[in-house]
């Protein structure tokens, strides 16, 4: 057994996982209220449902903080709404964990107003912390570390400065599938570590040097490409883990013959196909019901204005076809997304049992990662030209098409839009089927499907990472709707207490 791997054993609680989804109070009219509130709200943003909750902690903090700093009250107004909303059962209310809570909001909250970095990262980090004190799940991320020495290993860098901290932020954004929040709050424990062994405990201090590391590894322009590595060599690692938490007391047994470990292996790998197969609709559904409501319902309201304008009637067939087309493409684009084959999971075991057993790298029988810095000569501006020229060549035959179906410009790039963001979502979905994959090919642009989908998805990807800082509804939730109707819920539950305790003198 790798001393990693021995490593990783001994940072584990192997404790069998709790059920989060047990209901240990019945749900009283604030319950169902609040319930379908965040429904509401969390629809408004494309969001994967494991950090729906930190999320979720992360604006009722952001509100609540207008109104004080104290870690007591905060904390027990935080927990409160949590259990409204079924994020936490009566368990996560307990004094006990309000008291981690406060702790928690008491290191933090007193340098929300400090110079070296936004109040805002500030907020996102406490939440991933707070998130991460609630979680009945302690163990996922202590794969994080056992991942990156793994990689460690077998990636070679080429003259690439601050590459361990690159590395470790793409492996646990993408093994990990850790957002913006939870990165800062995870390299904020390596920094407190290492400064606690140097004696340093300043935590604004912590907190500022956090924050360079934090915009070093997201912001640098290798971060992407390697991010790239790290999701296609990581199928074996991620069965590894779920392996794990199939059942975290009998791990080391099965760690310690290759036979049971193979039979295990594809008994998981099976079961966790199936729930991805139920993922990907899912996925797919609340992808398009995000950009219905966010984007889609704005700019059909805008077109039918425009063409009565325009033409003096409205284009019903292009309206018909912009509503329809996006929700018949992504049905398309997903449908077509194959997930690891019997062979493939063969051999997707065959590594696993490798990385866990063999010498560090020998699960990528022979596959050297040499990872280099982009060189910019001449045969890369090159390319980068003709790039643009097909990209530009993509987008005129699509508008030429249009036009000559009778779209006016405003219906042509309304559909643009729709078509592009649809296809970067799909395209999303179709990065998380590809979580068991370990590929070795170039990936998206080596067919000729994939090389006129590219210029697409990348404007998708633009246009969502831009419109997305205007969305409207977000804007209503949360700075015009949300205060009010939580107070209303806070006076509702306050009288139903009331009422619980009256009845309860009245029978005796």
């Excluded at 056992?146 to 793409?170: Q, T």
């Excluded at 077109?303 to 409205?314: K, Q, S, T």
């Excluded at 977000?474 to 539950?493: C, G, N, S, T, W």
Aim: one cysteine or more; hydrophobic letters at 45%; aromatic letters at 12%.
């Amino acid at each position: 057994m790798q001393s990693s791997v021995v490593k990783l054993l001994e940072s584990l609680n192997k404790d069998n996982p709790v059920r989060t989804d047990q209901r240990e109070d019945d749900e009283g009219p604030v319950e169902k209220i609040a319930q379908a509130y965040e429904l509401a709200r969390n629809a408004m943003e494309y969001r994967a449902e494991h950090l729906v909750r930190r999320a979720a902690i992360e604006r009722i903090l952001k509100r609540q903080l207008l109104f004080g700093k104290d870690a007591s009250s905060l904390a027990g107004l935080l927990l409160r709404e949590l259990k409204w909303a079924k994020y936490i059962g009566l368990e996560g209310e307990r004094a006990a964990k309000k008291e981690e809570v406060r702790k928690i909001l008491e290191t933090y909250t007193p340098w929300l107003d400090g110079r070296q970095w936004e109040r805002e990262w500030l907020v996102g980090l406490i939440s991933a912390a707070i998130e991460e004190r609630l979680s009945q799940n302690r163990d996922y991320h202590a794969f994080t570390g056992f991942v990156f020495g793994h990689l460690k290993s077998v990636i070679v860098p080429e003259s690439v400065a601050e590459f361990d901290l690159i590395l470790y932020v793409a492996v646990d954004k993408v093994f990990s599938q850790s957002d913006n929040q939870q990165i800062s709050y995870h390299l904020y424990n390596l920094v407190a570590e290492q400064a606690g062994r140097e004696g340093v405990c300043d935590t604004g201090k912590l907190l500022e040097i956090t924050r360079k590391q934090f915009l070093t590894g997201v912001n640098h322009p290798l971060f992407n490409r390697l991010s790239v590595v790290v999701r296609k060599i990581t199928g074996p690692l991620v069965l590894v883990r779920d392996i794990y938490f199939s059942d975290p007391t009998g791990f080391e047994y099965v760690l310690a013959d290759a036979d049971i470990f193979k039979d295990k292996a594809m008994r998981v790998l099976s079961e966790q196909l199936r729930l991805l197969r139920g993922r990907m609709s899912t996925a797919g559904w609340r992808s398009l019901i995000y950009v219905f409501l966010t984007k889609m319902l704005f700019a059909l309201i805008l077109e039918i204005p425009i063409d009565r304008w325009l033409r003096g009637n409205v284009a019903w067939m292009t309206l018909t076809v912009n509503t329809v087309f996006p929700v018949g493409l992504m049905w398309v684009l997903t449908a077509n997304i194959r997930l690891p084959g019997g062979r493939d999971q063969e051999k997707l075991v065959k590594k696993a049992w490798l990385a866990v057993s063999g010498e560090p790298g020998k699960w990528l029988e022979g596959e050297e990662v040499i990872f280099r810095k982009e060189t910019k000569g001449v045969r890369f501006n090159t390319f980068l030209v003709v790039y643009a020229i097909f990209s530009a060549v993509v987008f005129g035959l699509i508008l030429g098409v249009l036009f000559k179906a009778g779209f006016s410009v405003i219906s042509g790039l309304i559909f643009i839009f729709f078509v592009t963001v649809v296809s970067f979502f799909a395209y999303r979905i179709r990065q998380t089927a590809q979580i068991y994959s370990q590929r070795t090919g170039r990936g998206l642009g080596s067919s000729v499907g994939d090389m006129l989908m590219l210029p697409i998805v990348a404007v998708g990807s633009w246009l969502s990472l831009g419109v997305s800082k205007l969305n409207f509804l977000v804007f209503v939730f949360d700075f015009i709707l949300e205060a009010p109707f939580k107070m209303i819920l806070r006076v509702l539950d306050n009288w139903f207490d009331f009422l619980s305790g009256k009845r309860d003198e009245v029978v005796g």
